[in-house]
């Protein structure tokens, strides 16, 4: 089982991936297993195992996306969501999720992210 940094890591990659395609080409789901089947897995290597966290903290972060975005805009000081850089604006995703919803403590959430 990978660390929760590396899950955090994928997760971030997954939500990049999902962000990077138009809502009707690819779903969740399917992020989830062209990450690990192709991208996040080296040429030479065979494809990742599961990662549950990772799963878990896409799932939930892009279940909750609408919350997750009004409560960082509230808090952005000019800053509109699609003006963050793409990474930037993930990151502050995944955190903010998982210190809403999963009750994760926030300096450690603030620290992995």
Known sequence: MPS??????RAVQILYLLDMRP??????????RTYFRSLGADEDE?????????????RGAVEH??????????????WRMERMAVVDRNI??????????????????IDQA
């Open 23 to 32: 809502s009707d080409e690819v779903n969740v789901e399917e992020a989830i």
């Open 4 to 9: 929760r940094q590396k899950s955090r890591q």
């Open 92 to 109: 502050l995703c995944l955190a903010t999720y998982e210190m809403l919803k999963l009750a994760r403590p926030a300096p450690a959430v």
């Open 46 to 58: 065979p494809p990742l195992e599961e990662d549950l966290f990772a799963e878990q903290l896409v």
């Open 65 to 78: 996306r609408t919350e997750v975005d009004r409560i960082i805009s509230a808090h952005s000081q000019h």
